[in-house]
T-cell receptor
Framework: GQNIDQPTEMTATEGAIVQINCTYQ??????LFWYQQHAGEAPTFLSY????GLEEKGRFSSFLSRSKGYSYLLLKELQMKDSASYLC??????????FGTGTKLQVIP | ETGVTQSPTHLIKTRGQQVTLRCSSQ?????VSWYQQALGQGPQFIFQ???????GRGNFPPRFSGLQFPNYSSELNVNALELDDSALYLC?????????????FGSGTRLTVV
């Protein structure tokens, strides 16, 4: 089975950098995803990692270490609109995608 | 290109009743996954359909069933509704089972069981 752990809540200041960690234990691994979900809305895809290393996409970067079962999402130059829940999700060898419970990020002025 | 459309948006049902939720996948996507999301929780995998066949199932009882049609739209059926079935039901489509581009989610159906 899959087990995914993320911090429940985080607070950061507008303009700052925040790192949201995710650790996972899986019976097979075929990629890790990050999604953003604003309150009352559907999740939207942010990033995908399947190989070790850093993937950068604008203000957002995602890192993966498969040997450590660890990933993080880095958000730079935080904006108020970045206040949302961030979901870490892992895909197994059977293409099943399991989501963590999400990290609720609050950006304050 | 259209996104993922779900209907209805909101629904109130009585315990013991049956419900059908509908999802139109994004154009060009052949895979549909259904998730249940309780308030403050992450989405829980119900099942996935790929080219009209069930392609994986989560820890949900058999009273949760589904279909995928030739146009890749999908239905989620829940029989004998229980109070704990109250949640947001999300449909997500993808280009393929192993797509690197993630899912496109619909806005969800908010089901309330009373």
């Amino acid at each position: 089975g899959q087990n995914i752990d993320q911090p429940t809540e985080m607070t950061a200041t507008e303009g700052a950098i925040v790192q949201i960690n995710c650790t996972y234990q899986t019976s097979g691994f075929n990629g890790l995803f990050w999604y953003q979900q604003h309150a009352g809305e559907a999740p939207t895809f942010l990033s995908y990692n399947v190989l070790d290393g850093l993937e950068e996409k604008g203000r957002f970067s995602s890192f993966l270490s498969r040997s450590k079962g660890y990933s993080y999402l880095l958000l730079k130059e935080l904006q108020m609109k970045d206040s949302a829940s961030y979901l870490c999700a892992v895909r197994d060898d059977y293409q099943k995608v399991t989501f963590g419970t999400g990290t609720k990020l609050q950006v304050i002025p | 290109e259209t996104g993922v459309t779900q209907s209805p948006t909101h629904l109130i049902k009585t315990r013991g009743q049956q419900v059908t939720l509908r999802c139109s996948s994004q154009s060009g996507h052949n895979t549909v996954s259904w998730y249940q999301q309780a308030l403050g929780q992450g989405p829980q995998f119900i099942f996935q359909y790929y080219r009209e066949e069930e392609n994986g199932r989560g820890n949900f009882p058999p009273r949760f069933s589904g279909l995928q049609f030739p146009n890749y739209s999908s239905e989620l059926n829940v029989n004998a509704l229980e109070l704990d079935d109250s949640a947001l039901y999300l449909c997500a489509s993808s280009y393929d089972r192993g797509s690197n581009y993630g899912y496109t989610f619909g806005s969800g159906t908010r089901l309330t069981v009373v």
